[in-house]
């Protein structure tokens, strides 16, 4: 593939000094080169890329956290992706196997599957995310009916927030899906949105300026645990290690407010050696589990084989996902805050019917 001259233009601001800290967390960079300082030589010399390259990068930011000059192979990467869309006239080589990627944001803005903003009385909603929709629609509607009782008028939003097509390179399709979401912020004057997704919040943060963007683990902190819940895990054997998702790597308030909720839970939790700020991503970032899967797996085990106890919690349903997915017993923090038999949760992802016969289920939440 041709390296556009905007990005050629970038690759030139990337003064890497061969230190190779990025690598110690990266799970991609040594399949590709020795080291990024060669690595780049190479890309600028050259011209040209393999389209493998970009798409077996997950994005999420580590590179570009730990680098001692600030070399961005993160914006580097996402712009060689959109690099390939380009040249491939918005599509993608088949054997990148995003087909499915594509069919699940078309679905994501259906009517079928989603609905407008509903039960709305305030200015504030509340937007799941697909992950956690596809998952369970009872724990979403616990989780919402929750927040109504001590958010009074508060409205909820079934749809996606496009970052999946985003992260596909396809900026141009990105923006007419946003679109959408958008429009309905402003005609339903929307000024809160509480994100129960790592994704959504860090997507609409970047793109609705206007409007402000609070996770659901900071108002959990500020508001309190249901009253049930308080100290569950105190005298049970349930042991959690704490899996900080990658999207947020950088928003401190988020990694302080799980760890207050895990304390009112109760149970004794460990920390990873990656953790909070430099956190590792779990291995599912970018879609890296479809277009290079062997990386994905690769770093899933990595992740799952850090964690010092049996259990692992997390506020991600793509990091709870990629731990069962390698085997780890895996709790989404909401699997134990809004569902009375978390004991009983089997750790086996669920199948693709069963993932958007939920999302069917969800789109009628607050109606």
């Not at 609070?214 to 042991?239: F, H, M, Q």
């Not at 599912?284 to 850090?306: F, L, N």
Request: charged content about 30%.
């Amino acid at each position: 593939m041709k390296i556009s001259q905007k990005n050629m233009d970038r690759l030139n601001e990337n003064k890497c000094i061969g230190c190779k800290k990025c690598m110690k967390g990266c799970p991609m960079l040594d399949k590709f080169c020795d080291s990024p300082k060669e690595l780049l030589k190479d890309l600028s010399e050259t011209g040209e890329f393999d389209y493998n390259l970009p798409y077996a990068c997950m994005l999420c930011g580590y590179c570009t956290r730990v680098c001692p000059v600030g070399v961005d192979l993160k914006s580097l990467f996402l712009n060689l992706r959109r690099d390939v869309v380009e040249e491939n006239n918005g599509k993608l080589p088949k054997d990148l196997n995003t087909r499915g990627v594509d069919i699940h944001q078309k679905l994501s803005y259906s009517n079928i599957f989603t609905s407008d903003i509903l039960s709305l009385d305030s200015d504030t909603i509340f937007f799941p995310g697909c992950g956690l929709l596809s998952n369970n629609s009872r724990i979403v509607k616990n989780t919402y009916n929750y927040l109504k009782s001590k958010i009074p008028g508060i409205g909820i939003y079934t749809k996606c927030c496009g970052k999946p097509t985003k992260y596909m390179g396809k900026e141009d399709k990105f923006k007419q899906y946003y679109s959408i979401i958008d429009k309905e912020f402003k005609d339903k004057n929307i000024k809160r949105i509480i994100t129960g997704c790592q994704n959504c919040y860090m997507t609409i943060g970047e793109n609705s300026k206007d409007i402000e963007v609070l996770s659901l683990w900071e108002i959990l902190a500020d508001l309190g645990i249901p009253t049930d819940k308080r100290n569950i895990g105190k005298g049970t054997d349930y042991e959690f290690t704490i899996h900080d998702p990658c999207p947020t790597r950088d928003v401190s308030e988020i990694h302080d407010a799980i760890r207050s909720i895990v304390k009112e839970l109760g149970f004794k939790t460990y920390e990873m050696e990656y953790n909070r700020g430099e956190t590792l991503c779990c291995g599912a970032g970018g879609m890296v589990s479809i277009t290079q899967p062997d990386i994905a797996e690769s770093h899933m085990k990595r992740r799952r084989d850090e964690a010092p106890s049996e259990h692992i919690i997390t506020y991600c349903q793509e990091c709870t996902e990629s731990m069962r997915s390698v085997g780890k017993a895996s709790y989404h923090i909401l699997d134990i805050l809004f569902n009375d038999e978390y004991q009983n949760i089997e750790h086996k992802n669920k199948g693709l019917i069963e993932k958007w016969a939920n999302r069917y289920r969800s789109k009628s939440i607050g109606k």
